[in-house]
């Protein structure tokens, strides 16, 4: 947009922009007290820059007021949600399923605990891992297995004793077991 440049009334020339006129401001070509139309009216050079720098400074508050209501509901949404995550959580401890018996090892240790109430020095007895040796357990049905193997213990004088053994032992749920046909040889 053209913009007239006036001393007293006469018109000594016209600018494209703003920049432009503050160039011809500097270089002497205009003086402050000239006067600009700028659509409306006539304001002197000087209210016409002031009255510029007033609306660029006012569009620069507003986006940083802008940037401040975004941070600000970024914020105040953010708070909102962990208030309400934690308002939803649980922070029991976690429930766990009561453990299923997956393999024979399982059904061995339950024998060797039944066994081992079955010596006279249990404390002593030094029993072989599943699997090693002639030890072992063998599923007989549902949640039924019979189990065998050896123990090294002391006897009642204080003798080590290797004894074979051999059990029957049902899984009852929940971590429990129970034992029949216990035989220690």
């Known amino acids: 947009m053209k913009m007239p440049v006036r001393h007293g009334s006469a018109t000594i020339c016209t600018v494209d922009s703003i920049d432009e006129l503050k160039a011809k401001l500097a270089t002497g070509w205009v003086d402050e007290t000239d006067r600009v139309f700028d659509g409306t009216a006539w304001p002197t050079i000087a209210e016409f820059l002031h009255a510029d720098d007033l609306r660029r400074a006012r569009s620069s508050a507003r986006v940083l007021n802008f940037i401040f209501a975004l941070m600000l509901l970024a914020i105040v949404g953010g708070v909102c949600w962990g208030i309400r995550a934690l308002k939803s959580a649980d922070f029991s401890a976690p429930k766990r399923a009561p453990r299923v018996v997956q393999n024979d090892s399982d059904a061995y240790y339950a024998a060797r605990n039944y066994i081992r109430n079955h010596l006279k ?65």
């Open 121 to 185: 020095a249990p404390s002593t007895a030094k029993f072989p891992a599943p699997g090693a040796g002639d030890c072992g357990a063998r599923n007989t049905g549902t949640d039924r297995w019979h189990c065998w193997g050896w123990v090294d213990a002391q006897n009642s004088f204080g003798a080590m004793l290797r004894q074979q053994w051999q059990a029957d032992v049902e899984y009852k749920g929940g971590g429990t077991w129970s034992a029949m046909n216990i035989r220690v040889e």
